[in-house]
């Protein structure tokens, strides 16, 4: 191999040439991370959180780190919450 060799190691190679060694690893892995306990989400805040401040359910849902359906069902429930409220509200002025 003209002057060269190639050495393997396990995770590693490693080839030596005249001029220095090039070393390459695998690339690291992230650490898993342990899954949270669930937390509760009020179906009003979380539909305010999202009439405010995001685009698509799928972001929000990313956020919370919950799924899309999951999100549409916190949405419509705190949207009928808010009606509710809101009509309480209106019937009181």
Request: hydrophobic share 35%.
């Amino acid at each position: 191999m003209n002057g060269a060799s190639l050495l393997v190691c396990v995770g590693r190679i490693t080839h030596k040439k005249p001029l220095g060694i090039i070393t390459l690893t695998k690339a690291k892995t992230k650490p898993e991370r342990k899954k949270q306990p669930m937390k509760t989400i009020e179906p009003i805040k979380f539909f305010e959180d999202w009439w405010n401040n995001y685009l698509t359910v799928g972001k929000i849902a990313e956020h919370y780190g919950i799924t899309q359906e999951r999100a549409i069902e916190l949405i419509n429930k705190g949207r009928i919450e808010w009606n509710r409220t809101a009509a309480r509200q209106k019937g009181n002025q």
